[in-house]
C-alpha cells in the first residue's frame, strides 16, 4: 500500500527551492569576475547580485523579505559572501 501524505512530503522535499547569491564587492573587476564564476557554476543573471558595499547587502536583503511577505508563493533562499 501506498502512503500518499508520505509520497507528497518526499516529492516536496526534492523540488529545489530557488537561491539567489549576494556578494559585497567594491571593486568593478572583482565584481565582473565574481559574475562570471556564478554564470560558470549554473546560476542565471537574476540568481547573482553583486553590490558595492555591505550597507547595499543589508538594504537588499531587507527589500527581499519585503517582497518575500507580500508574495507568499515563492521562496528565497539568500546567501551573503562578504570578503
Request: charged share 25%; net charge positive.
Amino acid at each position: 500500500m501506498i502512503d500518499l501524505k508520505q509520497s507528497t512530503e518526499n516529492q516536496k522535499k526534492k523540488e529545489k527551492k530557488p537561491k539567489r547569491i549576494l556578494i559585497a564587492e567594491p571593486n568593478p573587476d572583482i565584481q565582473f569576475l565574481y559574475s562570471l564564476y556564478t554564470k560558470l557554476y549554473g546560476f542565471s543573471i537574476s540568481d547573482v547580485k553583486v553590490v558595492q558595499n555591505g550597507n547595499k547587502c543589508l538594504e537588499n536583503i531587507h527589500s527581499s523579505r519585503e517582497d518575500t511577505t507580500t508574495t507568499t508563493t515563492t521562496t528565497t533562499t539568500t546567501t551573503m559572501i562578504s570578503l
